[in-house]
Each structure stands twice: as structure tokens, then as C-alpha cells.
């Protein structure tokens, strides 16, 4: 099972639309979280960390349960350009030093 | 403008071949990582380095190796390259210590091994 576990999708979704992912992780030292976006044949790029409280940037939401061991990104009035990847990752602690492992992504296509 | 650079975007290699990928970055961060992509799999960490001259293995070191003999550049090499090692290779960086934590990425290598 991999630590870091994400429905690879792809969600297709149209304009406008309110779109949700979920992320699930399994190691309960996990201590930060982030969502990063990977534009095809591009980079990842830092889209968001995820607070314990919740915390909004724009049209972008994310929410971190600990209880549970899930994060998960809230993409409302859904963009065009916001069709990418989507990663999970998760960072830890361990006995070599802070891990940061990143799950496989969640495909998101927006249509006109 | 932070920038981390990788010496090909695009490589083709035969079985058995030497192969050297190489990063920079101009931002000095002191940690430096090497992962490879493949679909369904995610990014899975070969080696990073905290450090010139340091390195550490990650998760999937086999096959791999690594140099770091300046703070700026991380150099991948691939003793024998095999068909397996045909990857997406994507080159990060980070401070060490950054609230909150980001690793900034190069652009990818596409190798191909033939």
C-alpha cells in the first residue's frame, strides 16, 4: 500500500463547476501536507500548504483531517487553465531526517 | 526569480551506456534531490544531498549515483543505463529550513533507454 494514496481520476469537469480531492495518508507522524500542481510535460510547482484549520487562497480550499488522515483540495468556479495534475504531499519525520513523499496525482480536465 | 536548470530536456541512450544528467540551481539551497516519474507511480526519490559532498539514498537508489561537488550543482549518473531506467528524471531543491516547506523543481529529463 503506498503511504501517500490519491484517485488518480481523470476528473472532467466543465466550466464553472465546484470539484473536490481527496488524498488519504497513512503514516500518522505525517506532520505537514501540501498540494502541488504538475502542468503537463511541466514541473511540479507549490500550489498551497494545507493548515490543520482549513485554509482558503482564492477559489482554492484545502481541508486536513487528522483524525482520519486525509487532506483534500476544494476547486470552486472551476478554470480552464486550472486543468493539471494535482499532487498530495505529505512530509514527515523519521530516522534519517524529514521525508517528503509525493503521491501519484489526481488528472483534472476542464472543458468549455 | 528562483531557477533550477537541468542539462537536457530530451535524451536517448543505449543499453549499457553511461549516463550523466546534471541540475542547477541559483538560489543556494543548501538540499538537493534527484526523483524519477512514471506514471501511476508518482515522483519516487533516488538521492538527495543536504549538503556539497554529502549524499543520501532515497527510495529507489539502485543503479544510481550521485555528486555533489558544488553547493549549486547535482549531478544523476546512470553507470549502465537499462531499459527499466526509461523515466521522466525531475531535479529539486529546498532550504533547509522554509515555513512553509517548498521544493522547487527543474524542467524534467525524458530519458529514453534503447
Known amino acids: 500500500r503506498k503511504e501517500v494514496e490519491q484517485d488518480p481520476g481523470p476528473f472532467n469537469v466543465p466550466e464553472g463547476a465546484t470539484v473536490a480531492f481527496n488524498c488519504t495518508y497513512s503514516?500518522?507522524?505525517?506532520?505537514?501536507f501540501f498540494w502541488y500542481r504538475q502542468d503537463c510535460r511541466k514541473e511540479p510547482k507549490l500550489l498551497m500548504s494545507?493548515?490543520?484549520s482549513g485554509n482558503e487562497d482564492g477559489r482554492f480550499t484545502a481541508q486536513l483531517n487528522r483524525a482520519s488522515q486525509y487532506i483534500s483540495l476544494l476547486i470552486r468556479d472551476s478554470k480552464l487553465s486550472d486543468s493539471a495534475t494535482y499532487l498530495c504531499?505529505?512530509?514527515?519525520?523519521?530516522?534519517?531526517?524529514?521525508?517528503?513523499?509525493f503521491g501519484a496525482g489526481t488528472r483534472l480536465f476542464v472543458k468549455a | 526569480d528562483v531557477k533550477v536548470t537541468q542539462s537536457s530536456r530530451y535524451l536517448v541512450k543505449r543499453t549499457g551506456e553511461k549516463v550523466f544528467l546534471e541540475c542547477v540551481q541559483d538560489m543556494d539551497h543548501e538540499n538537493m534531490f534527484w526523483y524519477r516519474q512514471d506514471p501511476g507511480l508518482g515522483l519516487r526519490l533516488i538521492y538527495f544531498s543536504y549538503d556539497v559532498k554529502m549524499k543520501e539514498k532515497g527510495d529507489i537508489p539502485e543503479g544510481y549515483s550521485v555528486s555533489r561537488e558544488k553547493k549549486e550543482r547535482f549531478s544523476l549518473i546512470l553507470e549502465s543505463a537499462s531499459t527499466n531506467q526509461t523515466s521522466m528524471y525531475l531535479c529539486?531543491?529546498?532550504?533547509?529550513?522554509?515555513?512553509?516547506?517548498?521544493?522547487?523543481f527543474g524542467p524534467g529529463t525524458r530519458l529514453t533507454v534503447t
Open positions: 504531499v505529505v512530509r514527515r519525520g523519521g530516522t534519517g531526517g524529514f521525508k517528503t513523499i
Open positions: 503514516n500518522s507522524a505525517s506532520q505537514s
Open positions: 494545507v493548515y490543520s
Open positions: 529539486a531543491s529546498s532550504f533547509v529550513r522554509l515555513n512553509p516547506y517548498e521544493q522547487y
